[in-house]
């Protein structure tokens, strides 16, 4: 059977439209063996909810860390598409181990 790759609409950014930006929270967790951290779970709205998620994580023997982002999605695109906003000037990635 061919590989078939479906088409996706290629998301801009249209400076003329509006944008909506939020700070998300991720546990990325990974298991120690493992060098780097690569699953995530969903995000979490504050440190606290991904501080008790990493708490949790870690009674069940994974390691990894809290990452902080700023997303941003624009007026025409899906409600559930955001990117990550790299056009803040402060760092939009900040990493606490767990």
Sequence with gaps: MPYRVIPRRILTRN??????????YYAVHGKPPQ?????SG???PTFD???S???QLSLLGYSGWIMRLQEVRQ?????HQWLIDYGAEEPIV?????
């Design 42 to 44: 969903g995000p979490f």
């Design 15 to 24: 400076t003329t439209l509006q944008h909506y930006t939020r700070t998300m």
């Design 53 to 55: 998620k990493a708490y």
């Design 49 to 51: 909810a991904a501080q």
């Design 75 to 79: 007026v025409d695109w899906p409600d």
């Design 35 to 39: 060098l780097y951290p690569l699953r």
């Design 94 to 98: 900040r990493m606490k181990q767990f």
